[in-house]
């Protein structure tokens, strides 16, 4: 113990006593580790840290498998069969988007929430802390008039008031009971269609006579908790059997076969897996570059100690007692650098917290904790042992008697020490990867961002309105038919909003591309009748106003748009979408052909035009098919706006929602942006990782940058004589320049080498964040080393320089 | 061949200033076998790099032949020094990490000759000096004085009109130090201008004029065969 406290104390004064080295170390430890720890405080919220419920690990979602093999939705009828059949869930719960419209509590505000089984809370494990959960008997129609609150909401919106159980709140227009708050540390793990967490819910009080618990009214999510010790095998299998019945039972109400069971903390963070991932491997990278400038500076400063090693190692210090000595400096290196890591990852996360997308989930659970901590002490531990066995390495190679003959000067021509060397190159290697990765998912978003969307979203305004209360026939859904007072607003909002100066076009849609939303219907196009529904065709379904169309500059290519014509009473019409069209009646022409979506009751309509293809899901997924039908005659009571300005869209927001609140000024709007933004945020995710990336590259690229730097810088001191030689023998400023940068070029070069390898090997891990660009994309691995070989050409130039103001008289008196 | 008039040298120490070399008038004739000596800190190597024009912070005037040294900016004393200089150091001063054979080609490589034309030059002085058989050997593992012949073939290798060797002996053992002179004196006889420091009276002798300096200053000039 003793020994241990002299090493300590030796290597303080060691650090003390080097004060610019000892800056610089830890200055790019801090760098290394701070990053990392960053990160993982990222990935540790996000992705390892069990979901705040007990037993969390037994929660599961459960979806429909559809014919692509990807999940979708399931309907009550099928929620019911799932929950009564199961043996392996303890219980199941439904739960559907619900978008309330707070009213006597100025001013009216839309609310994030869900309508649930009586059971939710239940499965999650989530008590209120004021009032009672949902009862089984709530959740049946004329029962259902109760609310839950989030914490969050009881603060913000009643004060914290102590009394709200029991209470009556107003939402669309219905009064609602309050009976019960949520702790204040839950949060929904469930974001709604808007990827909005939720702060309202209500009993979902679905019944099988109800037209749209039909068993192809497919928009219910479901959850459930499997029972204790059953593996999560055996209740895939139990639900995929289960479904099989279900399918053979109902072949017309089922496209395909298989239940998909995937654990809720899976299914959560399931986008952001690779991308974060990725990102720690890069932040890995840092951390490995950084290790390898500090082993670099170790190694150039245990070649100045060589003296001090050899008169401890001829006093009695055996090799290992030298070698924890230098351990003992590295651990204390280590944990400085780990300091200063920690107090950057601070202001790191804070920084990643307000660069993330809205949507990554579990946003506001990242923060530093007891496994953070633990994390970044075990980096520092690592590194420490990472940066410090070069030193190690080199002691055991010295011999203490030429060290005290040398009186520790390095010998003539500057003896260089080739794991300095290999260090650099493996530094280079690194960033060049890293470069490359980072470079490549710029190139995505570049290739995004030229991805025609299908319509101009240039001087585009959007908000959505949410239309409800007991004057707009709520709880009457509007696909049965036209619902006059709903289409009434509407049709006046828009008329006042056109008539605003600066306005171009306005319009309405049930959904605004590109803005998340997913509403998707089986098509049936008659005369080509499927024999089996699985290969009924699928189309995203827009219903819109007159002037929707203009406004987003969506394209007639065929026939025309909806005209005033198209009423309620009028025979049913659709628009269908270029794809559509090139699709299902490939070299002929669609005009007056007739489809029919999901369920026999509903109309056959005449295909009365074809518009150009919109990127819906995002400008990275493929076109879809698309259907367009008249407001007229399918209205929904959430719409989005679309303002086509002449100027600046946002300072026509304020007019706008003016005009929509001059009808009533009871219906809240919100979510305004310009189509830029929505488009902007439909590629959040993307920029995130893109500009992690290319942080981080930029920091690798610095720190080899400046690995080389200083590997160049020492060897031109170790070289003075051989330098002052080569000028008394003629060589001139040139050939000085060329000595020092080609061993540089020639360490950056192998580093290139061996980078391209690794990246080639690795991008591949990237492809599921690229567009536009293979994982190998050539112009990439072209550019990226030219880049990376200028940037080492600077960092050579400046100790090249150096060395030809080398006095050669001063030189060769060096010895 | 060499004039100087009025060189000096000295140093900023403080608020004073230190001379390192004081009024040196000197003329060394083409073909010449100059030595110089004095003790320790004399200026002795110093005016040796004024010489070989590897120290340009001096005063006064000195002529090369026709050039005017004195008026000539670095670059054109490097060109210069390439043309008409060799050097040889006590230390030797051969790069470790080259062959004999390379460190014979690295004068030339500064020269912007041909490959070809190197590699026949190279090959000649191993033969002249007698070393064809260490071309492969690093300095590591060549003797003292088998080093300091490759560090003689080096400098010569350039065609010097003049050779400047300080101390050229110094680290070597006495039948080694002979050896090396007697190489100098050879290549005096041949027409190279010879100018060396030695603290050895017997090396010194092989000069035709001494030149003794003391504490900057030209002390006393003898010519041994006079």
Known sequence: METFWQDLKYAARMLVKRPVFTAIAVLTLALGIGANTAIFTVVNAVLLRQLPFPHAERLVMLWEQDKDRQPSNTSFATYVDWRNESQSLENVAALSDWSPTITGQNPAERLDGLRVSASFFRILGVKPVLGRDFLAEEDHRGNNRVAILSNGLWIRKFGSDPAIVGKTITMDSFHYVVVGVLPAGFESPFANFRQKTTEIWSPLAYNATLPWACRDCRHLRAVGRLKPGVPLEQARAEMNTISHNLFLEYPHEYSAEGVIVTPLQEELVGDVRGALFALLGAVGFVLLIACGNVANLLLGLAAQRSREIAIRSALGSGRGRLVRQLFTESVLLAMLGGAAGLLLALWGVDFLISLAPGNLPRLNEIHLDGQVLAYTLGLCLLTSLLFGMAPAWQIFRMDPNESLKKGGRQTGAGRRHPMRGALVVSGVALALMLLIGSSLMLRSVNSLLGVNPGFDPQHLLTMEIDVSGVSYEEDVPCVAGPCRTVLNFYQQALARIRALPGVEAAGTASQLPLGGNLDMYGMHVEGKLSANPQDDPNADRYGISLGYLRAMRIPVLRGREFTEQDRADSPPVVLISDTFARRMWPGEDPLGHRIKMGADARPWRTIVGVVGDVRHKGLDAPHTMQIYLPQTQWLDSSTALVVRSTGDPLALASAVRNAVWSVDSNQPISNTATMDRVIATSMAQRRFAMTLFGIFAGLALVLAAVGLYGVLTHNVSTRTNEIGVRIALGAQSGHIVRLVVNEGLLLTGIGIVIGLAGAAALSRFLASQLFGVTPTDAMTFAGVPLLLAAVALLACYVPARRATRVDPMVALRYE | ?226
């Open chain 2, 1 to 226: 061949m060499i004039k100087l008039h009025n060189v000096e040298k000295s140093y900023e120490v403080g608020a004073g200033r230190t001379w390192v070399l004081r009024r040196i008038d000197l003329e060394i004739k083409e073909g010449e076998f100059l030595t110089i000596m004095g003790p320790s800190g004399a200026g002795k190597s110093t005016l040796l790099a004024i010489l070989g024009m590897l120290d340009g912070a001096w005063t006064g005037e000195y002529n090369l032949f026709e050039h005017a040294v004195h008026k000539l900016k670095n670059q054109q004393r490097v060109e210069l020094h390439k043309r008409y200089i060799g050097f040889v150091f006590q230390q030797y001063h051969l790069l470790d990490n080259l062959t004999v054979a390379e460190n014979l080609d690295l004068p030339l490589s500064y020269r912007d000759l041909k490959k070809s034309e190197r590699q026949s030059t190279v090959a000649d002085v191993l033969d002249r000096f007698q070393i064809v058989g260490k071309k492969d050997l690093y300095p590591s593992q060549l003797s003292g004085g088998q080093q300091q012949l490759v560090a003689v073939a080096r400098a010569v290798i350039g065609n010097p009109k003049v050779l400047l060797a300080d101390e050229p002996t110094g680290s070597l053992h006495s039948s080694h130090g002979k050896m090396i002179m007697d190489l100098l004196k050879e290549l005096n006889r041949q027409g190279t201008t010879i100018i060396q420091v030695t603290h050895n009276d017997a090396w010194a002798a092989y000069g035709g004029r001494i030149l003794n300096l003391l504490d900057g200053w030209i002390a006393k000039e003898d010519r041994p065969g006079a």
